[in-house]
């Protein structure tokens, strides 16, 4: 057992302690990052850390069965891979053109022993949303844990060049699809279980590049606070993870300027970007039973920017 920790850790992992300012370097993209939409982590220059060799388990999650949607990179892998080395088995959904992505966490997933069911699908049908739940609780024989953190970030200037297209796509993939997940998932969660919606510090400080983006994570943050009342009395808590600037996929396929991302994170106060792995923690925390009594929190993880 000892051994098989050893292949798969390097010496630090997120229980050393380590200075947060140079635990990653900043982030330099050469200037030829550019992918199509969505991105992919296997093609991400430089690799971002997904915690395949600094996140150790410590049971925390024991026999919990999770679906997390945009699981197959970024922070959804992260947190899928935390889920797994605390032992739980989980659904990963994502879009059929990253399947690469999706298996290579599915590899690290059953190199631990556990189970990972990926279920392709675009959220913005809305079929696929109401079919999600089910077919994540067939595969792993019941739900516990719904991580609504798919989205969707294209930048664009100016409001009159965003398309009907974007506007109601980004709409029905970032908080329309937590509805109709959500609402499919209740059939099948049990008091004890719990929901975490991925946010973001634009929810509060929206750039004037991401109108349509920034105004379904304040929905989400809204929505979160709402839900969390409502299934508080039937056992089931829902909170939400805001993260600040972190180093993804959706980073380099249009969700920032090109000229931006050679400073990407750099104006926080700990001067560097974000790895996905260091979201894995927060959400860990708030699935866990450790946290039975939060509920309709917002867990801020941003290096450091003040949030209103
Ligand atoms: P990512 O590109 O790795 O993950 C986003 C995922 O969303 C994709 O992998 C894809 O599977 C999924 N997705 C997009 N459109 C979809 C669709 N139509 N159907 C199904 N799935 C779809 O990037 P990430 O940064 O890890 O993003 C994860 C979450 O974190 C998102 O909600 C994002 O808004 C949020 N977030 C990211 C940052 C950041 O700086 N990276 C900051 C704040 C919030
Ligand atoms: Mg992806």
């Not at 919990?64 to 922070?75: K, V, Y």
């Not at 279920?119 to 809305?126: H, I, Q, V």
């Not at 920034?214 to 056992?235: D, E, H, M, V, Y």
């Amino acid at each position: 057992m000892a051994d098989q920790q050893d292949a798969r850790t390097t010496a630090t992992d997120q229980l050393t302690v380590q200075d947060p300012v140079t635990r990653y370097p900043s982030i330099t993209p050469p200037a030829s990052q550019d992918q199509p939409e969505p991105g992919l982590d296997v093609e991400l220059e430089p690799t971002a850390d997904i915690g395949e060799r600094s996140y150790r388990g410590t049971g925390r999650l024991e026999c919990r069965r999770a679906l997390i949607t945009g699981a197959d990179s970024g922070i959804g892998a992260a947190v899928a891979i935390a889920f797994l080395r605390e032992g739980a088995d989980v659904a990963l959904n994502y879009l059929p053109d990253e399947q690469r992505d999706a298996e290579r966490v599915q590899r690290i997933g059953e190199a631990e022993g556990r189970t990972v069911v990926l279920l392709p699908g675009d959220l913005s049908e809305r079929s696929v949303c109401e079919q999600l739940p089910g077919q994540a609780a067939e595969a792993l024989g019941g739900l516990d844990i719904v991580v609504n953190n798919a989205g969707k970030q294209i930048s664009v200037d100016d409001i009159e060049d965003l398309s009907d297209e974007q506007l109601t796509t980004t709409f029905d993939v970032n908080i329309i699809a937590m509805f109709r997940i959500v609402k499919a998932a209740l059939a099948h969660l049990e008091p004890g279980a719990s929901i975490i919606n991925t946010t973001s510090v634009q929810a509060y400080d929206p750039s004037p590049n991401l109108l349509d983006y920034a105004a379904t994570k304040a929905a989400i943050n809204n929505f979160s606070k709402g839900l969390g009342q409502q299934l508080a009395p039937r056992g089931i808590r829902v909170n939400a993870v805001a993260p600040g600037p972190i180093w993804t996929p959706l980073q380099v396929s249009d969700g920032q300027p090109k000229e931006k991302l050679p400073e990407f994170g750099k104006s926080t106060p700990l001067g560097r970007a974000g790895q996905p792995t260091e979201l894995a923690p927060a959400y860990v925390f708030l699935t866990s039973p450790e946290s039975s009594y939060v509920v309709g929190e917002t867990l801020v993880v941003n290096g450091g920017t003040p949030m209103p």
